[in-house]
């Protein structure tokens, strides 16, 4: 029953979901809003959730200044800034092109209609506003349906943040996404715009809760919307429910397409912060134009905070957080990069642990578990990092690292060059059960082979995962 289930629920995308379920009400309206104008369409001023929204043009024909200059803007409970802040032709998929998109989430429908299912809950009161940049005077229809009673807590808000980078930086991501708080990611979509098809060759990367290494790294930009081999017979338009290649066109010289991904069952959270870039190119030199919308539940306070720090290496930092190693070794300088950021070189020292080290840090009294993130060097290790981790005594768990890295060259200009290694940042979590109700811990690390360490820094959370 619950494969069917699914089956039946896949079978939706890209139909007209029923605005008169039991319990639903719903808001219609026929906008006109001037040139450079903005008008509101929808509020609604009770607790609830908003379970789809329609928006379709007059004359249901998506011309480009409606995909690209007109844009849907929703706040929530009061707040000043909007939550979604977008184009309506990307929102809904795609600002390339006015044709069919037949994802589960959001997409058009045959009739123009642009829909999203993604729910909204609130608080207090609902707004969504469309926002005219556009030099015409424009029409839509608008609807909403939404449920009045209170969205359990805690929740987060829809959100929808719009990119758009015309020109990326030489040596460096381009960036999508990068915000404070906790939530998750449950969707994107893209538009293309480049000369050199080499850019597919760019990973995503995702940093989450202030990880400088990528928790999450494609192997190429195609393959993160799903699809491969962007030449050749296999290199055209298909549609899923969960993830498209919805528009290709070539326009003299210049590719243009269009990709959209669901994330409902690979959704992926954040406590504190995340980042998420992509590479244009094998090395960041390859020139493209991204415009890009990520959307995701969001909630402004942390679900992590930083209590403490050693900079593994500071004779200050290890007296005051009591830390040993034993046997004693010789400290080491390194220079190297982060991946995304390969143009700024960052100097750390630390050491190489062949026993065991040992550090006293600061948590909160209140703490539901601790997180160590941990500094290190990749590329002198030939095997995986591997450690026993305690805390005051007691054995939490093992902490392993497989990642080696030892590339001190890159492929550019055709041609291999020097360049400098890469650091690595990895996390280990400790439960509550050893850290709830103290201000200090004690941590041993016992290294299970080779192990070394530049920096921790000690994350504590702040409420149930």
């Avoid at 009045?148 to 030489?170: D, E, I, N």
């Avoid at 840090?361 to 601790?370: D, F, L, M």
């Avoid at 990092?385 to 392993?400: I, M, N, P, S, T």
């Amino acid at each position: 029953h619950k494969y069917l289930r699914v089956l039946d629920i896949l079978k939706q995308a890209g139909q007209k979901k029923n605005a008169n379920q039991d319990g639903s009400h719903v808001k219609s309206i026929i906008l006109d809003i001037a040139a450079k104008a903005q008008k509101t369409a929808v509020v609604v001023d009770r607790p609830g959730t908003v379970t789809s929204l329609t928006i379709q043009p007059k004359n249901r024909s998506w011309t480009t200044p409606l995909l690209q200059k007109c844009f849907i803007e929703i706040r929530y409970d009061d707040e000043v800034a909007p939550r979604v802040s977008c184009p309506l032709g990307i929102f809904f998929g795609s600002g390339l092109h006015d044709g069919q998109i037949s994802s589960l989430a959001f997409g058009r429908l045959d009739d123009g209609s642009g829909y999203c299912h993604f729910p909204m809950p609130f608080e207090k009161n609902f707004r969504l506003t469309i926002r005219n940049e556009g030099s015409e005077l424009t029409s839509f229809s608008v609807q909403v349906t939404y449920v009045s009673q209170l969205p359990v807590r805690p929740f987060g808000y829809f959100s929808a943040h719009y990119a758009a980078t015309k020109k990326p930086v030489f040596d460096e991501d381009v960036m999508v996404l990068k915000v404070s708080g906790r939530g998750r990611i449950v969707g994107m979509a893209e538009d293309l715009l480049t000369k050199d098809l080499m850019v597919q060759e760019g990973n995503t990367r995702i940093f989450i809760d202030g990880v400088r290494t990528p928790a999450h790294q494609s192997d190429g930009h195609e393959t993160w919307w799903g699809w491969a081999w962007y030449r050749g017979p296999l290199d055209r338009p298909y549609q899923l429910p969960t993830q498209g290649y919805t528009y290709k066109e070539k326009v003299g010289n210049e590719f243009r397409g269009s990709f959209y991904r669901n994330m409902l069952t690979d959704f992926i959270p954040f406590e504190e912060d995340i980042r998420i870039s992509f590479e244009h190119g094998p090395v960041n030199t390859t020139s493209a134009e991204y415009r890009t919308v990520v959307y995701f539940y969001h909630r402004d306070e942390p679900a992590l905070i930083l209590t403490d720090e050693i900079d593994v290496g500071a004779v200050a930092s290890e007296r005051v957080h009591d830390y040993r190693i034993n046997p004693q070794a010789a400290p080491r300088t390194r220079q190297a990069v982060f991946e995304g950021v390969e143009s700024i070189v960052f100097e750390a020292t630390g050491y190489d642990v062949t026993r065991e080290s040992q550090f006293r840090v600061k948590v909160a009294v209140e703490n539901q578990g601790v997180r160590l993130v941990r500094l290190s060097d990749p590329s002198t290790i030939e095997i995986q990092q591997r450690a026993r981790v305690f805390v005051d005594d007691e054995l939490v768990g093992e902490w392993f690292q497989g990642h080696f890295n030892p590339a001190k060259t890159r492929f550019f200009d055709n041609r291999l060059q020097p360049h400098y290694p890469r650091w690595l940042e990895d996390q280990f979590s400790i439960p509550r059960r050893f850290t709830q109700g103290k201000k200090l811990i004690t941590i041993r690390i016992v290294s299970l082979g080779l192990w070394n360490e530049f920096n921790y820094r000690i994350y504590s959370r702040m409420e149930k995962q």
